[in-house]
């Protein structure tokens, strides 16, 4: 079905979601349409501390972010990657970092090296080989000189929802205070006509963009476009958010630690730190995750303790009729990963290169939501491979998670790397084969063999080839200055107002 040109575009809800799509769009298409967000200072949206993935970049790129400015903005500072306490065991630690590791050949990726290594007594782990990893644990950051460094931000959400706002609005982006209270759909064909607020003005627009969050006033309590429930593979359904006074330098990677029943977030901003517990509400009441995170804290309280309640999954539809839905009003996947401003990202991408400029058609939402779906679902299997592959054995949550049966697809992956130490990426797929490696060895998957291309190295080629990555990494980490010390030269953030 096609419907009439796109000329205005209303997004609903603000946010980082909203603010994103509104930045994106004025900015990248904005000369041609008339663009307005509507938002309430009533509702208070989920954003605290933020980390985030390199991908990032991208999106700043495009839209000639300046990067030290908007560090400063937002208190940021770099992120090289994730540190997991306790998912494997009680006892356990790893860090997936972002970057390559190593070196790969045409017929097989680093880990096969590795893995033979081990057998010959290399007894280096596979981070050993990461340059990114080797700088997250000795706290070190720099952009180099020549060469790449693959890095990410820790961000406050709130304030990253402001600049972006200020941003927008030099583009002609028009912002509209106001609680929606109801709206309006054409008789003829379902298509949203309008919202309209508490104080009585309606807004029209022709294509809408769901920002409300996880009610999706729009995308579902509208068009009921309907819920693909993951909670049988992610079982978390609550959790509860505090921000902090820094006590210390921060560190430039974000921290994971499970717990009995989930897991808790630190995220490390210049100035203050994003804390949180992610938890599954049939083993512990909010009250006791509440306590939990109060009492594995450092710092003042510089907010109360927030309960956050959600259900993993994604909407059928992304796209539906007239309405896009972006952030937590698409779908759910918890922040393990930090992929949630990722996919606020990948949306709004997604609907600039399909933008419906002459009208919308069903060719163009099906393939939105086809790419939506398959991209979704990869970083969906990638997040149960943290829970699923563990050896702990401590509460019924971890047991419960060890047990239960997974994709098909993730099963197979599982396989395939334990017996070869072989990992095939899928089209467009967003971890790569680092990632997958580094995470399935943190988790305690030994692989059994590796690909005979590498016996074609003697020994002592072998040892040498180890050797000389391990020193490269060493070369270029002796030259990085100290994390905090390059975020004061580099984007140091103004004193939070008391």
């Not at 004025?26 to 501390?49: H, M, P, R, Y």
């Not at 057998?119 to 340059?131: F, P």
């Not at 019924?396 to 049966?405: G, K, L």
């Not at 790397?417 to 899928?426: A, E, M, T, W």
Request: with cysteine.
């Amino acid at each position: 079905m096609k419907q009439n040109k796109i000329k205005k575009v209303v997004i609903a809800g603000g946010g980082t979601a909203g603010w994103m799509a509104a930045a994106a769009i004025s900015k990248l298409l904005g000369k041609n349409l008339d663009i307005c967000l509507v938002e309430s200072d009533q509702i208070a949206t989920v954003g605290v501390g933020e980390a985030t993935i390199p991908a990032l970049q991208t999106f700043h790129k495009l839209l000639g972010i300046k990067e030290p400015h908007f560090m400063a903005a937002t208190q940021a500072t770099f992120k090289l990657g994730i540190e997991f306490k306790h998912w494997k065991d009680t006892q356990s630690s790893y860090i997936h970092s972002f970057g390559a590791v190593g070196k790969d050949c045409w017929a097989a990726g680093f880990q096969h090296f590795w893995r033979r290594g081990v057998d010959l007594g290399v007894n280096h782990d596979y981070g050993d080989y990461c340059l990114e990893l080797e700088a997250a644990k000795q706290n070190k950051f720099a952009h180099p000189n020549s060469g790449n460094i693959f890095y990410a931000y820790h961000l406050d959400a709130t304030l990253y929802a402001k600049y972006l706002r200020k941003f927008s609005e030099t583009f002609g982006v028009k912002r509209i205070e106001g609680k929606i209270v109801e709206v309006k759909t054409h008789v003829h064909n379902d298509y949203i006509k309008s919202l309209v607020l508490e104080s009585g003005q309606e807004i029209e627009g022709d294509l809408f963009i769901d920002c409300t969050g996880f009610i999706g006033l729009l995308i579902e309590q509208t068009l009921q476009t309907g819920y693909e429930d993951w909670s049988h593979w992610l079982p978390c359904d609550s959790a509860v958010a505090v921000q902090t006074a820094a006590t210390q330098a921060p560190i430039p990677y974000t921290r994971s630690t499970a717990h009995a029943a989930g897991w808790q977030w630190r995220i490390p901003l210049q100035q203050r730190v994003g804390n949180g517990l992610v938890y599954c509400s049939k083993h512990i009441s909010d009250e006791e995750a509440k306590q939990s995170l109060l009492n594995n804290i450092e710092g003042e309280l510089l907010t109360e303790p927030r309960v956050i309640k959600y259900r993993t999954g994604q909407r059928l539809k992304h796209w539906n009729k007239n309405c896009v839905a972006l952030g937590l009003a698409s779908g759910f996947i918890e922040p393990l990963e930090s992929t949630s401003i990722h996919l606020i990202q990948r949306g709004i991408l997604r609907l600039l290169f399909l933008f419906p400029s002459n009208g919308i058609n069903d060719t163009d939402v099906a393939e939105y939501n086809q790419q939506t779906k398959a991209e979704i679902e990869h970083i969906r299997d990638f997040i149960i491979l943290h829970y699923h592959v563990n050896q702990r054995n401590d509460s019924r949550f971890w047991r419960y998670c060890a047990n239960m049966s997974i994709p098909e697809a993730l099963a197979h992956r599982i396989t395939l790397f334990k017996k070869s130490s072989r990992f095939y990426p899928k089209d467009d797929e967003l971890f790569g084969e680092y990632s997958w490696v580094q995470v399935m060895l943190g988790q305690g998957i030994e692989p059994e063999g590796y690909h005979p291309i590498v016996d074609m190295m003697s020994e002592d080629e072998l040892h040498h080839f180890l050797k000389n990555i391990r020193s490269s990494v060493q070369q270029a980490l002796a030259s990085m200055p100290q994390h905090t010390d390059y975020i004061q030269q580099y984007c140091k953030a103004p004193p939070i107002p008391i």
